[in-house]
């Protein structure tokens, strides 16, 4: 008889041999991957100069996304916006940044990309309402009343939610690099096709920037504040 126990543990170090292979590929061959990269920079990062250069409002601040985290990458954004309307600037006058980078880059893509390459067990990202590795973007496009906060109640922290509050994403092409290239090999794909797999899976309105780190920098540059979200 199969042991179904064994085969899910079997599967999750697998999984979690990946995680750290692409972490120590990062760390260990770097230079490599990060020059492919430039040489073959992923469509729109040619663009995040410009991106950045919405950032008018009177309040701004970036938040720095290097792994999940819970609720927080996607509740202080809102925070950020709700308190700034009770002292007196509205919404639209307020620019929030969030930029997903390291291991919060899973959170930039669709439901499919997800499921295909077990990005809730790779990232260790599980599910608010499971408790477990999540095989969605938890934060794509919730139900209404999914997320709550004591003393506020339902709260809005849907990507789609905050966007449409003005809220921006951009995401690090250096990382997608990095991780679809580790993930190709240990499943033996293809890493110029993993990678275009997850370019076509980005979810709509996230700007791909060269880097996270220089997305950071950048922000700060046109004058957020900067403000670590796990």
């Not at 199969?2 to 120590?24: H, V, Y």
């Not at 230079?31 to 469509?43: F, K, W």
């Not at 370019?199 to 950071?216: D, E, F, R, T």
Request: proline share 6%; glycine share 8%.
């Amino acid at each position: 008889m199969e042991d179904t126990n064994q085969k899910t543990t079997d599967r999750r170090n697998f999984l979690g041999t990946i995680a750290a292979s692409a972490a120590a590929f990062g760390i260990a061959t770097i230079g490599s991957p990060l020059r492919s990269a430039a040489e073959t920079a992923a469509p729109g990062a040619a663009d995040a100069d410009a991106w950045f250069n919405k950032l008018t409002g009177k309040h701004k601040m970036v938040f720095d996304v290097t792994r999940p985290h819970e609720l927080m990458p996607f509740v202080w954004p809102r925070v950020f916006l709700l308190t700034n309307q009770a002292t007196g600037t509205a919404e639209k006058d307020n620019n929030v940044v969030v930029v997903l980078r390291h291991d919060g880059i899973p959170y930039a893509f669709e439901d499919r990309i997800w499921a295909k390459y077990k990005f809730g067990e790779v990232f260790k990202a599980d599910d608010p309402q499971t408790k477990t590795a999540s095989v969605r973007n938890p934060f794509w496009k919730p139900k209404p009343g999914d997320y709550k906060v004591p003393g506020f109640g339902a709260v809005e922290i849907g990507i789609d939610q905050l966007q449409a509050s003005g809220v921006m994403f951009c995401v690090c092409d250096a990382a997608m690099t990095v991780f679809s290239t580790a993930l190709a090999q240990g499943m033996n794909l293809d890493p110029v096709e993993v990678k275009k797999d997850w370019m076509s899976g980005l979810l709509p309105g996230v700007q791909v920037v060269p880097s996270g780190v220089w997305a950071v920098g950048r922000a700060q540059e046109h004058g957020c504040a900067y403000c670590f979200a796990g």
